[in-house]
């Protein structure tokens, strides 16, 4: 398939999944109203297993994970646990929206790990975006934090962890396979969440409590795992066939699909403040974004023009 053929498909893939990971939100949301978090997060995990182990029978993919990349894929799979839990505690009370825009600074977060820990080159401008899409998360956080407390920092804490999660998954991509590469995530998500659940049940602590599902909450908990298993596919693929820098703009279109699917389900609907938060870490977002593109453009148009340039002529010998 010609690379420009497969730009169309990768973007239909990712408006699916900005279409799709909001239902997660909303069964999670749905499910907490009965069930422990803590249970939540382990049933992602093995709902999501389950769903990716006849995918990876038929592409004939290894079952076994390399020993090279165990501690990789467990941290990814303890930052899995790590964001979901505080992004499900949160939605618990909060509305989907308002969580979603907190997350949202999590590119931000990526470009500043990549200054402090990597020593990437990060100019002013992208600094000032930076600066400016936290002052907007702080327009969101503030009238969630006076409504419901120290759970409106939580979505901050979804949004760091993921920010590590997708450095980790850039690294491991290089020689795993994406369905491989989910299935032992969510095995060992699923896996790690069981001792925590243990103690949760011993100390009596609600969040973290071994409590079985009751009646349509069977369903709710299955839905989490099933909508997060289908929109992370299509990202998967979606970043298969179009390049990141094509589709990063599109992914703002969640926080537009969360805003109605929670006024649908749950009458939630951002305020003006939140809007104009929201607003702000978008712009700041797609600025970053843009800026990330002219300089990749600016670092290719060297090297293009020196492979155009032909050699300079010898002196004979």
Known sequence: MN????????????????????????????????????????????????????????????LRLPARDLPLVTFRAALLV?????????????????ALAIVFVEPFIILLIGKIAFSEEVGPRRLMACTVGFAGSLLVIQPSFAAFGP?????????????????????????????????????????LCLPLLAFGTAADLAPIRFDLPQGIFWLWCFCVGLAATVSHMAMTYALKLAPSSTLAPLHYLEIVTASLLGYVFFGDFPDTLTWTGIGIIVASGLYIIFRERRLARAERAPVTASALTPPAPQPPL
């Open 3 to 62: 690379p420009t053929d497969r730009i169309l498909p990768g973007v239909a893939l990712m408006i699916a999944f900005c279409i799709l990971a909001p239902l997660i939100d909303v069964a999670s949301k749905l499910a907490a109203q009965g069930v422990p978090v803590g249970v939540i997060v382990f049933g992602r995990g093995l709902v999501q297993a389950v769903l990716m182990l006849p995918v990876l029978l038929v592409m004939a993919l290894p």
């Open 82 to 98: 790590g964001s979901t839990y505080c992004f499900v505690a949160a939605v618990r009370v909060m509305p989907i929206a308002d």
């Open 151 to 191: 759970v409106a920092l939580f979505p901050l804490g979804t949004a760091v962890c993921f920010a590590f999660y997708i450095l980790v998954t850039r690294h491991l991509s290089r020689r795993q396979h994406p369905v491989a590469m989910q299935f032992h995530t969510a095995l060992l998500a699923a896996l």
